[in-house]
C-alpha cells in the first residue's frame, strides 16, 4: 500500500467461512505525530494502530478483514503479508453462505431434514471498500396458513450504518447499503414455512462519488 497513489485506500481480504485471516507488517513508514494511521475492522473485529507496526502479527476473528491505511502525504505507507487459516473457534451456522464479488445471485437456504438450521442461516455480502450493495429479490411463500406471521421474516441488515430491515410476506423487496458489508438472515419461521427467495446483488457507487458526479 505505497506509491504516489491515493494518500486513502483500502484493500479488502476474504477468505471462505470456517478460516480467519493472518495479517503480517513488513514495512511501515507510517508518520504517527501527523496522524497517518492503519485502521483493521470486519466482522467482531475494530483496530486502530500506527506505532511500531514493523514485523507485527494480526489475526482476524472472521473470514474477512478490511485495511484502510490513511496518509497525510504522498509515498510511504505499509507492506503487507496476509495468510489465512481454519478458525480456532467459528461464529456461523452449517447453513450459512458467504458471497464475494460486484454481483451475483442469492438464494434462500431450505430446511434441512436433520434440524442443522435451527436459529436460522443468513448470506453474509462483501464487495469492494469504497462500494455500495443493492439487493432485489422475489419472496414467495408455499405453505398456506403462515402468510405475514411474527415467526418467518428475513433481515437485512447494513454492517456499516448498523441499519437493520424486517421483510414479511410475499413481495418484490428492495434495498440498499449505506457500507460495503451486508448480512440477510432468514429466520427459523421462514424455513418452516417453505418461503423461498431468489433474487440478485449488485455493486453502487458510493455516496461521495455520487456527489461528485452531481457537482458542476
Known sequence: MRGPGRVDCAVAIGRPLGEVVTLQVLESSLNCSTGEMLLLWGRLTWRKMCRKLSGMTFSSKANTLVVRQRRVRPGGGVVLRYSSRPAPETFHRDCDTQLFGPWGEIVSPLMSPDGRN??????????APRARIAIHALVTNRATGTEGTDASYILIRDIHSLRTTTFRGQQALYWESEGSR??????????????????????????????GRTLP
Not at 435451527?118 to 464487495?127: E, L, S, T, W
Not at 438472515?185 to 424455513?191: A, H, N
Open 118 to 127: 435451527v436459529g436460522g442461516c443468513r448470506v453474509f455480502i462483501d464487495v
Open 182 to 211: 451486508a448480512e440477510m438472515e432468514f429466520s427459523q419461521g421462514f424455513l418452516e414455512a417453505q418461503a423461498s427467495l431468489r433474487g440478485q446483488y449488485w455493486t453502487l457507487r458510493s455516496r461521495a462519488q455520487e456527489r
